[in-house]
């Protein structure tokens, strides 16, 4: 199966600030031109575009398509869910809303330690399962925003889940925040399939900064690939991914990306440096230089995720943008960054002596009062 599916959470709109708005006519055209190009895999999820996704996935593909020619995907959204018969209640809906009676791959949708203990409760793994064995669908699995000792834990209590959806891509492979490389390296130590999702990080591999967009010139000459097609490339190129994810909002999108997976070739040793200095000038705009030790951690009288926080600002200061999810996640169990009572016992023992609490200062004003 070529290694590219449609995202379709940023699907086109009528109407550029009503997520409900889908342009049908132009998810038609895309959907068609996927399908074309020999494609096959559509992504779904019950809260996309305020509850319409699987709605205008149901008009544009599957009604228009003989079912078993399509692999769809579709997730649990299991931050809805408040009692154990919500799981059957959400899966009849779902399937009435794609208009299918079954699903290739269905995941729990967005795990990460602040759901699993619900999840746990209320069986939703359980849940899943059986409907694989009752042939309701065919895959499980779930999509994952935490780190890898939380994904390594899920994996290890429930080895029978089929697939992982994990963020992967080149900014995030060493970084503290997604964990990209640990986490598909803790995939492949339990031999799960992999599902990439945010191969481009949300766009921001997709417009690179003028010193990173030179070397990238400079390296492919007059006629270069886009930047989006190296980062969702560098991402198929892992050995257990089996397929990436592309949330595509255009037809210029669908036919950029389909030009280069249609024959996908992996990176070549050339591209895997160059993607090395892309993201060594990304990173370059780094604001902490915390390497993640935890020293200070075991200091902190009031337990505050120092490191996490600061892996948080610094993707700020790379993206600009904020993940409130990851906040949530990681001050779990921890103090807030604005409860810090500047005693300075976490800066006494920082190797790299960072100004701890003139950081999370600035973390607090962006995360708590931002
Ligand atoms: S200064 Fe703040 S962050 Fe550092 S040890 Fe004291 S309370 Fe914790
Ligand atoms: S001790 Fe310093 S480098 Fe280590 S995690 Fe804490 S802030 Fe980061």
């Known amino acids: 199966m070529k290694k590219l599916g449609f995202g379709t959470m940023r699907l086109p709109l009528l109407n550029a600030d009503d997520p409900k708005s889908i342009d049908l006519e132009q998810f038609i055209k895309m959907a068609d031109m996927f399908v074309e190009r020999g494609f096959c895999y559509f992504d779904t999820a019950y809260p996309y575009h305020e509850e319409h996704s699987e709605k205008a996935l149901k008009k544009a593909v599957i009604d228009r398509y003989p079912r078993e020619k399509l692999i769809i995907a579709d997730k649990m959204p299991i931050l809805r869910v408040k009692a154990t018969e919500d799981y059957q209640m959400y899966f009849d809906e779902q399937l009435k809303r794609c208009g299918t009676d079954y699903f290739d791959i269905y995941l729990l949708h967005n795990m990460g330690r602040d759901r699993y203990e619900k999840t746990q409760r209320f069986g939703g793994f359980e849940f899943i399962d059986a409907l694989k064995k009752k042939g309701y669908v065919l895959k499980t699995g779930f999509s994952f925003h935490d780190d890898a000792k939380t994904l390594d834990l899920i994996l290890s209590e429930h080895p029978e889940v089929d697939v992982v959806q994990l963020q992967i891509n080149y900014l995030d492979w060493d970084g503290a925040v997604a964990q990209s490389g640990k986490c598909y390296d803790v995939a492949k130590k339990h031999n799960k399939q992999v599902i990439v999702m945010e191969p ?42 089996k397929m990436v994810l592309s949330g595509m909002s255009s037809l210029e999108q669908l036919e950029d990306n389909t030009s280069y997976m249609q024959d996908f070739n992996p990176l070549s040793n050339g591209e895997r440096e160059l993607v090395k200095k892309l993201t060594d000038v990304l990173k370059s705009s780094i604001k902490v230089p915390c390497t993640g030790c935890r020293y200070c951690l075991e200091e902190c009288p009031q337990n505050i995720n120092i490191p996490d926080y600061f892996g948080l600002l610094n993707l700020h200061a790379v993206t600009g943008k904020k993940t409130n999810m990851y906040y949530q996640r990681f001050s779990m169990n921890h103090a807030k960054a604005s409860e810090c009572l500047k005693c300075g016992l976490c800066e006494n023992i920082c190797p790299q002596h960072i100004n701890i609490r003139e950081y999370l200062e600035e973390f607090a004003e962006l995360y708590e009062n931002g």
């Open 200 to 241: 481009v990080k949300g766009g921001t591999l997709a417009k690179l900064p003028d010193r990173a967009m030179q070397l990238f010139k400079d390296f492919y000459g007059s006629q270069p690939p886009t930047p989006a097609s190296l980062a969702v490339r560098y991402a198929a190129s892992l050995e257990n991914v």
